[in-house]
């Protein structure tokens, strides 16, 4: 049984920052590529940051320079350090892994950024 868990959301003044971490199990996790996800209420799911099997990264243009995204094979683990906050970052943050077209989703973990 495959499963992505997802912790480290909460509240946090603008400014602030916070670290997601996902842990998956059921996966052969170092040959996925995973990646964090976010929708905010009323808006559809978009792409924040993904890291390949090889450690290539990529990043929506609106967290650059703010997140970094980064995996501990060892750990079945993916990390989002956010850093510099804004309102607008306010989501439910999900960890995506896949390979070809197999994929597998989280639950989500709530980021509120608000004073």
């Known amino acids: 049984q495959v499963q992505l868990v997802e912790s480290g959301g909460g509240l946090v003044q603008p400014g602030g920052s916070l670290t997601l971490s996902c842990t998956a199990s059921g996966i052969a996790f170092n040959i996925y590529h995973m990646g964090w996800y976010r929708q905010a209420p009323g808006k559809e799911r978009e792409l924040v940051a993904t890291i390949t099997s090889g450690y290539t990264t990529n990043y929506v243009d609106s967290v650059k320079g703010r997140f970094t995204i980064s995996r501990d094979n060892a750990k079945n683990a993916v990390y989002l350090q956010m850093n510099s906050l804004k309102p607008e970052d306010t989501a439910l943050y999900y960890c995506?892994?896949?390979?070809?077209?197999?994929?597998?989703w989280g639950q989500g973990t709530q980021v509120t950024v608000s004073s």
């Open positions: 995506k892994a896949n390979r070809f077209r197999t994929a597998y």
